[in-house]
């Protein structure tokens, strides 16, 4: 099975602050490497799916990038409505693997 | 308008049945694979399992496999997940979720999980 590992587990920061979030996988995954947003009480909500693109009304100020075994989700100019966790999770094989989550919390 | 609605949660003993469901609208639901994912209270996102859109093809996550069984009745747009041998560790908040298909310049396919429901809760105590 394919181990996602995402760094930190959890930070701290202020409106306005840019964070980055790497997720690195156990073995190459390519580009198949989705990230998710949750926010407490509800269910999680894609952000960015294969690397890089954004879903749909997903704010510009979301990015990510990366390959093979290293991604970073980037989030510049946060805004309150940011601070939730967000996951990491590979498509390359199954069993499909999340990372353990990164939670964005306000300083 | 994509909508998932699972039901079917309940408190349940250790080695009992449940069987939960996922009502599916505003997409052609035989296009589509469907997951389960879980999340146990306080605890991060488990992929449970997938079916393919004709329902021929089914994943399932080593802690499930031989107790959980997934299927669809994609003539009336509804995934199921048969919860056999219920363990404490089943307990968690199920998802059933739509997989999206993105295909590179290379002609392969990467899923991702488009559309999530709101959950059902599973809770297995004695």
């Known amino acids: 099975d394919i181990q996602m590992t995402q760094s930190p587990s959890s930070l701290s920061a202020s409106v306005g602050d840019s964070v980055t979030i790497t997720c690195r996988a156990s073995?190459?995954?390519?580009?198949?490497l989705n990230w998710y947003q949750q926010k407490p009480g509800k269910a999680p909500k894609l952000l960015i799916y294969?690397?890089?693109n954004l879903r749909s009304g997903v704010p510009s100020r979301f990015s990510g990038s990366g390959s093979g075994t290293d991604f970073t989700l980037t989030i510049s100019n946060l805004h309150p409505e940011d601070f939730a966790t967000y996951y990491c999770?590979?498509?390359?094989?199954?069993?499909?693997?999340f990372g353990q989550g990164t939670k964005v919390e306000i300083k | 308008e994509v909508q998932l609605v699972e039901s079917g949660g309940n408190l349940v003993q250790p080695g009992g049945s449940l069987r939960l469901s996922c009502a599916a609208s505003?997409?052609?639901?035989?296009?589509?694979?469907m997951s389960w994912v879980r999340q146990a209270p306080g605890k991060g996102l488990e992929w449970v399992s997938t079916?393919?859109?004709?329902?021929?093809?089914?994943h399932y996550a080593d802690s499930v496999k031989g107790r959980f069984a997934i299927s669809r009745d994609n003539s009336k747009n509804t995934l199921s997940l048969q919860m056999n041998s219920l363990r404490a560790e089943d307990t968690a908040l199920y998802y059933c979720?739509?997989?999206?298909?993105?295909?590179?310049?290379?002609?392969?396919?990467?899923?991702?999980?488009?559309?999530w429901g709101q959950g059902t809760p599973v809770t297995v105590s004695s």
């Open positions: 979720a739509k997989e999206e298909y993105y295909y590179d310049s290379s002609g392969f396919s990467k899923n991702y999980f488009d559309y």
């Open positions: 505003g997409f052609t639901f035989s296009n589509f694979a």
């Open positions: 079916i393919g859109g004709r329902g021929t093809i089914t």
């Open positions: 073995q190459s995954i390519s580009s198949f």
């Open positions: 294969v690397v890089s």
């Open positions: 999770q590979q498509s390359y094989s199954h069993p499909r693997t």
